[in-house]
Every structure is written in C-alpha cells, then in structure tokens.
C-alpha cells in the first residue's frame, strides 16, 4: 500500500507536468493546424530563465513570473515573424519550427553554457510527509495542485468565456469564424502564446523536481507532448489531461517494477492507440 501511494503521487505530479507542454501542443495543433516542433524550446527556455531569476533573486515566485512571461514574449515572437508565414503548409511548419528548436537551443548553450544549471527546491516545498512507510514529496503535491489548478482554469476558459467559445469554434471551422468578421490571426497568436507560457511553466516547475535544468530537457519532454497529443487527439483538451495522467501513472509504474521498458512503452502505446483509434482517444478529427 506504501509502494501504491509514492508511485500515484509521483505518476500524478509527472502527469501534471506533461500536462502543462501537452495541452498546449494540443491547443495549438487542433486550432491553428500547426505542428510545432519548437515547443519544447519554450519548456527549456521556461526552465533557463526560472533558476536564473530564481538564483539571482532567491525568490520562488519571480522565478516563476519571469518564465512564464519570459517565454509568453518569445512565443509571440516566434509566432508573428516565423510561424505565422507557415499557416496552412505542414512541410514548411516541420521545416521552420525544428530550425527555431535547434537556433534557440544553441542560443541557450550560449547564453547560459553548456553545463547544466543547479537549482534546489525553495525551503517551504523542500521537506515531505511521511506516512508509514510511504514518503510524500511535498513538491510533487505543489505539482498536482497547480496541475489541477491549471486545468480548471483552461477548462473555465474555452467553455465560459467569449474567447474560449471563439477558440472552440475555430477547432472546428475556422473559415466561419473568419466570416463571422472575427480576426482569427489575434486569437491565433494568443493561442500560441498561451501555449508557450504553459510549456515556460512546465520548464519552470521540471528543474527544481529534477534538481536542475540541462539543454536536452526540451527534446525530451516534446516528445513526451508529442505522444499525448496523439493518444489524447488533437485539439482536444480534455484527451490532453487524460493522457497526460495516463503516461505519468503509466511511467511511474514501469519505472519501478520494469525500468528497461521504460524507453519503449510510451512509444508502445501511441502506436497500439494509432493502430486502433488513429484520430486519438478524444480526437476531434478536425479536417484542415
């Protein structure tokens, strides 16, 4: 039972970081058609610019701040002089997006050096509970929590408000909302950015579980997005929270009772999900 409760605890915390690259991806891959392939730049960038504030500062919460809109800016960026130009041609999106991946990498190499960066917990998430046992990581509950806060917010979002009902609707027909007199390019960009923050968030809250940040955490938790995109479906948020609960709980499981089928078994499941249900277990299977 002790065994049980650590491996939820950390499967659900490692679910909401997935969560927090993923739903975005979805976001912008379901509404804007982009398949983005520099989102886990923001991640890494988001992490970068968090322990940077964070030393510098020894403040938690600017840390946070400065990620979070540190790669709001660059997202909008990237989407006003690159990505916007490739709406509509997949091979150019591909094309532009894993250039952008491999320039702002490098840029972070040097920026901040090739070395990866140190961070600790701050002091009042740094202890645990123990429960018999069972060892609770006070930090992968803060992850939960803001996991689950995130969620109901984006939630509360796209089905309370104006601008969630406009972003439905451009999931499924985007030329209607266009003729409707509404300037889509606008929400595109604040879909982008949206989703740049929430993966600048991810990067933010990833370094201090792991103890630091290096410049391959973005390649390697893209693809981590990337699968729960395609097992969830795209565009769909709510497919997102699921397979990203999933593949943590999944990874959690593996990693402790089978870790040399660690590398193989997200890769395993897309593809018995594609085999079975190609548009995704919630796939909105919006045509383009």
Known sequence: MDIFLMLLINGLAEGALIFLMASGLSIILGLMGVVNFSHGTLFLWGGYLFVWAYTNSNSFILGIASAVIGTFILGALLEVLFVRKTYGKVTAQ????????????????????????????????????RFGGAVIVHYRI??????????????????????????????QRSDMVEALGINIKIYFTLVF?????????????????????????????????????????????????IGSVFLGLMGALIAWYVPQLAIV???????????????GLFGLAVKK
């Open 193 to 241: 950015t949206g989703g740049a923050a929430l993966a600048g968030l991810g990067g933010a809250l990833f370094a201090p579980l792991v103890g630091g940040i290096s410049s391959g955490a973005g390649m390697s938790n893209q693809v981590l997005a990337f699968i729960v995109v395609v097992i969830g479906g795209m565009g769909s948020f709510i497919g997102s929270a």
């Open 142 to 171: 803060f992850l939960i929590a803001v996991g689950i806060t995130v969620a109901i917010g984006i939630q509360l979002l796209l089905t309370k408000t104006k601008i969630g009902m406009i972003i439905r609707a451009g999931v």
């Open 265 to 279: 078994a997200n890769v395993t499941l897309m593809a018995i999900v594609l085999t079975f249900k190609p548009s």
């Open 94 to 129: 591909i094309l532009i997006t894993l250039g952008l991946m491999i320039v702002f990498t490098d840029l972070v190499r040097l920026i901040w050096g090739a070395t990866p960066l140190v961070v600790a917990r701050p002091d009042f998430l740094a202890g645990a509970w």
